[in-house]
């Protein structure tokens, strides 16, 4: 049985809810399997990255790293064997008193997680010191297979078989596999560009693509712009589109004056930078050097003044603001539940009882809302304020002024939590050399009002900033962007896209983003002066018998406030597509019933398209993933689990099979069909709550990625049948058909 070998990074993928069985497709993790040793690593280690091997008594592969007893908290396994890892590249190693580490030379034996399980799982590593520190996770006790340290110690053979060779091999293979698949990383948001079809349309040259463009798209397109300009639209409006050509019509109008403009396009990610800047090569022009397309925090290190940056030999968390938020969450959670353990209890009086509440709280949406809140207010309110622990620094955070998007601190107690948290947070990242991407790029916006940059603006900033998907951008973010325009006399020319119907909290931490509050306004509006606003409401990618789905679950719940959050005047989208089926709904009469009808559909649609069963509630994922998995076993069919975000990897450039996943996950995909199933009842009402809110924008998600069928599946044994539902058939909207009965 082969020894497994993996890297920090690799484990935070894993946590993040990859799945071994989904590595052959990602574009962040390579596996490599060596005469002895099998090897994971992630996009960014080499052969000098710390080292993690996990003896062959733990387990005979990586879907083995989790206990059994563990298993519903693979995320917070995974994640704290990769901060153990972390902690013990920095010499001399500690811990955490919460870990309840135990230590003989080389040896600690610590909590598998959090505050330890009833059956305290505890992991026993061993410490090899040199260039990398590498680790060696020995095995896992609990109470029922108890093994004491010392005991282990002294009977453990010494294995140390070298696994240089085939590391070596990985890493080269690893090279190989993420230059293939760089291009090929999917986008986070949806892309219109390659996908947009209209009838007749051959011509993929950048004029074809404007002949091709709604009259909404054009004006946009070939507007002159002399201020900030906001693209706002619902989902399927072409934001992405728009954006693409009226940047390139901005370069071909420049080289027609002989004064070509410097422009830079910002994302929020690495992928999407990757396909735009593919789709701007695909339009025919060759090289449109003008230009730049990066994720910000890649353009907060470009423009940085770097002379101190191999003196602190930091390393920044996340290659973008995506997996940089997403790093940055792991290690708050983290945070979290060392102080709950450790300190609450000292805080807890005085501290306003929502807080007190969340602080509390065990269960997943709310710890993860907390986080995200967290994450904004150390990011963008302390740190953007350059407020760093120590004497005074508490009093000049409760000085800061407050704005509605911020964390809601009702008492001083609240103020001083927030606070120590922050503080534990700070000691973490610098006691493992780390440094995240809110940080860089509060520095950057430091920088940016600085009397230095404000001298090389006109040199060295942009003509035109164009911004894909702002709603994704924090607010320190967002206040960066204004700095990066040319001539600071003038009002700034950012051309913005954005859906007010998403946001980033959302993005990255699921359905959990209904309990956070830091998704507001930002300080554009402010810092932007006038701004001119286009709404498209053409919608290119479904069928007009989907958008009138699409506005009949909008409109049937007025009290959510869900009008204002769109900002979008549903009542004149219209869309471009030609007529397709109307959507349909089967009732069965029971769990089995609807399990067979399922499979039937599946059969009926697979070969029109791509295909997702999309399953809205995720308390119900087991069942259908189930049935799903049954699909699967049938050679004719090709079918794709996906569990996490980053199991995402490569299913939308597949042009066949079926992807089964909680709705959440499915967030800029698009199929030809979508099957939707496990549907709660929506309850409407003034009195409506969070989780209602929730389920319903899910709900909306899923049957807005099919482009041309939707199919909803309900059955008796769940109950009462959804009311926006039974409206929509009533209305005409929805086609009605009796399923089975067994």
């Not at 593919?278 to 907060?300: H, K, Q, R, T």
């Not at 295909?611 to 809205?616: D, F, G, N, Q, R």
């Not at 059955?715 to 929509?728: C, F, H, I, Q, Y």
Request: charged letters at 25%; a negative charge; glycine letters at 8%.
């Amino acid at each position: 049985m082969k020894s497994l070998v993996t890297t920090v990074r690799a484990l935070r993928e894993l946590a993040g809810g990859t799945a071994i069985d989904a590595v052959a497709e990602s574009t962040t993790l390579s596996l490599y399997a060596g005469s002895d040793f099998d090897v994971l690593v992630a996009r960014g280690d080499g052969i000098e990255t710390q080292r993690i091997t996990f003896r062959d008594d733990v387990g005979p592969s990586f879907e083995d790293l989790v206990p059994i007893g563990l298993r519903n908290r693979r995320r917070e396994v995974l994640s704290r064997l990769a901060a153990f890892a972390e902690r013990a590249q920095i010499m001399p190693f500690s811990l955490p008193r919460p870990w309840g580490q135990y230590r003989r030379d080389n040896f600690v034996a610590f909590f598998a997680v959090a505050g330890g399980d009833h059956r305290a799982s505890r992991w026993i590593a061993e410490l090899v010191q040199g260039d990398t520190n590498d680790v060696l996770i020995w095995r896992w006790t609990n109470s029922q297979n108890k093994e004491e340290l010392a005991e282990f110690v002294d009977s453990v053979a010494a294995k140390r078989d070298s696994s240089d060779d085939d590391w070596l091999a990985a890493i080269n293979q690893a090279e190989i596999d993420f230059a293939e698949s760089r291009s090929l990383k999917p986008g986070d948001v949806d892309l219109f560009l390659p996908r947009l079809k209209t009838v007749g349309h051959d011509d993929q040259s950048f004029a074809g693509w404007l002949g091709a463009a709604s009259d909404e798209q054009r004006l946009f397109i070939e507007s002159t712009v002399d201020r900030s300009v906001r693209l706002m639209g619902p989902a399927g409006s072409g934001k992405t589109l728009a954006l693409t050509l009226k940047a390139v019509r901005e370069v071909l109008a420049g080289r027609e004056r002989n004064d070509s403009p410097r422009i830079l396009f910002v994302t929020h990610s690495w992928s999407l930078a990757a396909q735009i800047s593919d789709n701007v090569e695909a339009l025919g022009l060759g090289a449109v050097d003008e230009i730049e397309i990066l994720p910000l925090l890649e353009v907060a290190q470009k423009i940085l003044p770097s002379q101190n940056a191999s003196k602190l030999s930091l390393t920044v968390l996340g290659d973008d603001s995506l997996s940089g938020k997403q790093a940055q969450l792991t290690q708050i959670l983290e945070v979290m539940d060392e102080f709950r353990e450790s300190e609450l209890i000292t805080y807890a009086r005085g501290l306003s009882a929502s807080l007190l509440l969340r602080l509390q709280s065990e269960t997943d949406d709310m710890r993860a809302g907390l986080a995200w809140d967290l994450l904004i207010e150390f990011g963008s309110v302390i740190g953007a304020a350059g407020i760093f622990p120590g004497a005074g620094s508490l009093a000049r955070y409760r000085g800061t002024p407050r704005s509605p998007w911020m964390l809601d601190l009702g008492t001083e107690r609240d103020f001083e939590v927030v606070f120590r948290l922050y503080e534990r947070y700070m000691s973490s990242l610098d006691e493992r050399g780390l440094m995240t991407s809110d940080q860089v790029l509060g520095d950057f916006l430091g920088y940016l009002i600085s009397h230095q940059w404000n001298k090389l603006r006109r040199t060295e900033a942009y003509d035109f900033v164009f911004v894909d998907e702002l709603h994704l951008f924090s607010p320190l973010e967002s206040r960066v962007l204004h700095f990066l325009t040319s001539d600071p006399s003038v009002y700034p020319r950012i051309l913005m896209a954005m859906d007010p119907r998403q946001s980033a909290s959302e993005m990255i931490i699921g359905p959990t983003a209904d309990a956070t509050r830091t998704d507001g306004p930002t300080q554009l509006d402010v810092d932007l002066g006038d701004i001119e606003d286009f709404r498209l409401t053409s919608v290119h990618r479904f069928t007009p018998q989907i958008l009138e789905l699409v506005k009949h679950i909008h409109h049937e719940f007025p009290t959510f406030g869900l009008g204002k959050d769109w900002s979008v005047d549903l009542s004149s989208v219209e869309s471009t597509k030609e007529s397709g089926p109307l959507p349909r709904l089967t009732r069965s009469g029971s769990r089995e019933g609807e399990a067979g009808d399922i499979v039937r559909a599946v059969h009926d649609l697979y070969a029109k398209g791509r295909m997702a069963m999309a399953v809205v509630d995720p308390r119900q994922w087991a069942r259908y993933s189930a049935i799903a998995s049954e699909v699967g076993k049938a050679s004719k069919f090709s079918v794709t689990s996906v569990t996490g975000r980053s199991d995402i990897d490569g299913v939308g450039y597949r042009r066949h099979g079926l992807v089964v996943a909680p709705a959440e996950f499915l967030a800029g995909l698009q199929f030809d069909s979508v099957l939707v199933v496990g549907i709660p009842d929506v309850k409407d009402g003034a009195a409506a709550t969070h989780e209602s809110v929730r389920l319903l924008s899910l709900l909306y998600l899923a049957v807005s990625r099919a482009e041309r069928e939707v199919r909803f599946f309900v059955n008796r044994d769940d109950g009462p049948e959804s009311a926006v539902l039974s409206k929509a058939v009533d209305y005409g909207l929805l086609d009605a058909h009796v399923g089975s009965e067994v």
